[in-house]
């Protein structure tokens, strides 16, 4: 006797708010997770990196040192060491431990994307790629790929193994960029507000996902762990997410009234981290139980 195949889950988003952290720190203009999606960074237009704790929202430690406020940040795969950037040009390594800078490299804003060796003392770069006619707006590492957004307009994809540069144009400034988890594909974030998903090995368009809001800021988009949905940052105050598959809306996901300044994917579950003004949401796909009296956490949600 043959039995049934279960029916496969649905995918299910982040829509229900678990918890809202007070960073102090300005407006916070990214936040992410680290490598395997306990913590979260915050960088904050008050020049500061602070670490927190996901489940609790506790803050674990501060790190200063820039001299200007912090655009971006990300951690080491062995959750060693932090590395940020800000607007003051400098990138710095830290000892997630200590706190303490353990190097600070000069980099520029002249459209160029630098490389350097953390394992040599050297401040220079090893490698200067200077392809860009305007400022880069955005870059992921892959294994032995760059892949760069440029007010120019332009995506490009930068073999280092093959020594191959691949360009994808997509005739508006581009505001962030992005690898799917499958490295088949790449996202891309747009001031026409439009998120484009592309073939990564022949730029061949897969998808196009509107109706959020960018016109004005630098905003983020990513895809969800298992690259199932698109997500996008909007200047209405919502996270858009979109079915990658077929390209429809499946949730409208309200943060607040100002811009969703940044947002991040759990590398692995399904979580999602927003930030908006000084403050970080953590959602989650249940609510959350308090321990002291059982009662549930729920936020209104604005399905499409």
Known sequence: ??????????????????RT???????????????????LLSCGSDKSLKLWSVSRGTLLKTYSGHGYEVLDADGSYDNSQLCSCS?????????????QVTRKLRGSIDGTVRCWDTRSRKFDPIQILDEARDGISSLKVS?????????????????????QLHV???????????????????????LDSTVRLLDKST????????GHTMKGYKLDCCLS?????????????????????????????????AVVQSLSFHPSETFLLTSME????????????????GDVVVVKKEKV
């Open 203 to 210: 730029g061949e368009m897969l998808g196009e996902y509107t």
């Open 21 to 39: 952290i007070d960073c102090q720190q300005g407006a916070v203009r990214a936040v992410r997770f680290n490598a395997d999606g306990n913590y």
């Open 225 to 257: 762990s298992k690259d199932t949905h698109i997500l996008s940052c909007s200047e209405d105050g919502h996270v858009y997410c979109w079915d990658l598959v077929e390209g429809s809306l499946t949730l409208k996901l309200p943060v607040g009234k």
């Open 278 to 293: 000084g403050r970080v949401q953590v959602w989650g796909v249940e609510p959350e139980e308090t321990e002291e009296d």
């Open 168 to 190: 994808d144009f997509i005739n508006s400034p581009v505001t962030c960029v992005c690898f799917s988890a499958d490295a088949q594909c790449t996202l891309t974030s747009s």
């Open 143 to 163: 294994e032995h790929e760059l892949l760069t957004g440029s007010v120019d307009g332009r995506v490009r994809r930068y073999d280092l193994r093959m020594g």
């Open 87 to 99: 607007s003051d040009k400098t990138v710095i390594l830290w000892d997630v431990a200590t706190g």
């Open 1 to 18: 006797m043959s039995f049934p195949q279960p029916k496969p889950e649905i995918p299910q988003v982040p829509q229900h708010l678990l």
